[in-house]
């Protein structure tokens, strides 16, 4: 088991202070990085930088921004097989840039929840996912009740699965005087109540038997978990969150820290031209507007996104090409995935009618 606090800093630089310290290793703590991402640390520690980082301000709620100066040009050299080189021009001028100020925002939507994230078989479970769901959707024990009574047992009446859901209910707590449901919904003062007021009243007859600060466990347990599969658990989850990408939607909005450096300046990334050939344009360089980081946790991968605002027109190469025919399209996106078994360089086409990324194009790169 391992716990990771994760503290408040930035992408791959050092900053020099009282002390001299690298952000992107504190941030990630790298001493107590998880068994099978040694290659992630790795590639963390090569990529970092000596760049004298100055005049630092910090913002609120993960937000601060630094600047950096230096004497020569400034770029970083990322430690792959073959040069991928991030550079800063201008781009007018063309000319390397000595001073540059990045914005960073660290966000771990985890920690908006619970204090301290722990690392352990449970984490991924589905059940971890449903109740971090609920803190996500903003759903309270009696929204919950009300949502899971929509689907559950369609095939009764809403009267009688009420009073069956919460006499399930109230066994699961062990509760000895099971509370009279039916003349809860048959007394004459509840009469001119709607159903969901009604539901809050017979959760509350069980809530004052209970110490339980939460009743999610119970909730997951009896009315959403299928012992016999693992499939229909999750299909009980796509119904009540009424989101078909909802395991997905948690493990990576919820579960994987996100650092955000916006290049309001432009950058670009300088990529091999038996990679790829960025049409209409004298320079083998990517534009980019912003860098994001995140780390998977779950399948073990560091994955760094190369952004750009517009779409950018390009033709993928020998390398990428496994038919007679170039491959020729547009792209805001240049992905690293770094993982024990492999170096990814993707390529993310866009489509303008598709609100989610296309199928990248993988390159492997060692």
């Known amino acids: 088991m391992i716990k990771i606090k994760f503290l408040l ?16 290793k504190s941030l990630y703590n790298l001493d107590t990085f998880p068994k099978g991402m040694e290659k992630s640390k790795v590639f963390i520690e090569n990529t970092c930088s ?10 609120g709620n993960g937000s601060f921004q630094f600047d950096i100066k230096t004497k020569n040009e400034l770029e970083i050299k990322l430690p792959v097989l073959n040069d991928l080189i ?10 390397p840039f000595l001073n540059y100020t990045f914005h960073v925002d660290y966000s771990f939507k985890y920690n908006d929840y619970y204090d301290e994230f722990e690392l352990n078989d449970n984490t991924f479970s589905l059940f971890s996912l449903f109740d971090l769901a609920s803190y996500y959707y903003d759903l309270d024990e009696y929204s919950l009740v009300n949502k899971m009574l929509l689907i559950y047992k369609p095939e009764l009446d809403y009267k009688t699965k009420r009073i069956q859901f919460f006499e399930i209910l109230a066994k699961a707590f062990e509760i000895e005087d099971i509370p009279d449901f039916k003349s809860i919904a048959n007394n004459d003062e509840n009469e001119d109540l709607f159903d969901r007021e009604v539901e809050a009243l017979m959760l509350d007859a069980i809530l004052e038997e209970i110490d339980n600060e939460t009743i999610n466990s119970q909730l997951f347990d009896y009315f959403i978990l299928d012992k016999n599969s693992k499939t229909k658990t999750e299909n009980n989850l796509v119904k009540l969150f009424n989101n078909k990408h909802i395991v997905n939607d948690i493990e990576t909005n ?19 031209e038996n990679y790829l050939t960025i049409n209409k ?5 990517f534009p980019i507007n912003s860098i994001e980081v995140r780390i998977d946790y779950k399948n073990h991968k560091l ?18 090409v496994m038919h007679e025919k170039e491959e020729t399209m547009t792209s805001k996106n240049i ?8 170096l990814k360089f993707q390529v993310i086409k866009f489509s303008p ?11 492997i790169l060692n």
């Open 9 to 24: 800093i930035a992408f791959t630089f050092s900053i020099s202070a009282l002390h001299s310290q690298n952000l992107l």
């Open 50 to 59: 000596d760049i004298l980082i100055y005049n630092y301000i910090s913002g």
């Open 86 to 95: 991030l550079k800063f021009l201008d781009p007018t001028t063309k000319e």
């Open 254 to 272: 919820i579960l994987q820290p996100k650092l955000t450096i916006d290049l309001y300046q432009g950058a670009q990334l300088h990529i091999p």
């Open 281 to 285: 344009s004298d320079s083998q360089a």
């Open 303 to 320: 994955i760094i996104d190369f952004k750009n605002k517009e779409a950018v027109n390009l033709t993928l190469n020998d390398a990428f």
């Open 335 to 342: 992905r690293l995935e770094v993982s024990e078994s492999d």
């Open 353 to 363: 009618h598709q609100n989610i990324d296309n199928k990248p194009y993988v390159l």
